[in-house]
């Protein structure tokens, strides 16, 4: 089960943290990644990190947002700084531990000019 939590309407600049609390896989192993869609657009890849530490960016976000993750407390974070009206969207997690993957259900972001 993957919960997300932290979104919010927010103001274009300052930072927003957003969780993603996993249970029933094996965490530390898995590679978790963010996605985001915007309304009438595809889903996108945003940030994914995996069991080893990598982490990997979408070049619209590099450089201002950062995904993280807690092994001991299961949970993988996006911190979002420097926040754009174009980073409006419902923003998910998803696990993929190689067997199958698991999504989360969303959490919206709007961010306001």
């Known amino acids: 089960q993957l919960v997300e939590s932290g979104g919010d309407l927010v103001q274009a600049g300052g930072s927003l943290r957003l969780s993603c609390a996993v249970s029933?896989?094996?965490?530390?192993?898995?590679?978790m990644s963010w996605y985001r869609q915007a309304p009438g657009k595809q889903r996108e890849l945003v940030a994914t990190?995996?069991?080893?530490?990598?982490?990997n960016y979408a070049d619209s976000v590099k450089g201002r947002f950062t995904i993280s993750r807690d092994n001991a407390k299961n949970t993988v974070y996006l911190q979002m700084d420097s926040r754009e009206p174009e980073d409006t969207a419902v923003y998910y997690c998803?696990?993929?531990?190689?067997?199958?993957?698991?999504w989360g259900q969303g959490t919206q972001v709007t961010v306001s000019s």
């Open positions: 029933g896989i094996t965490f530390r192993r898995s590679t």
């Open positions: 990190s995996t069991g080893s530490g990598t982490t």
């Open positions: 998803k696990a993929d531990t190689l067997v199958r993957y698991y």
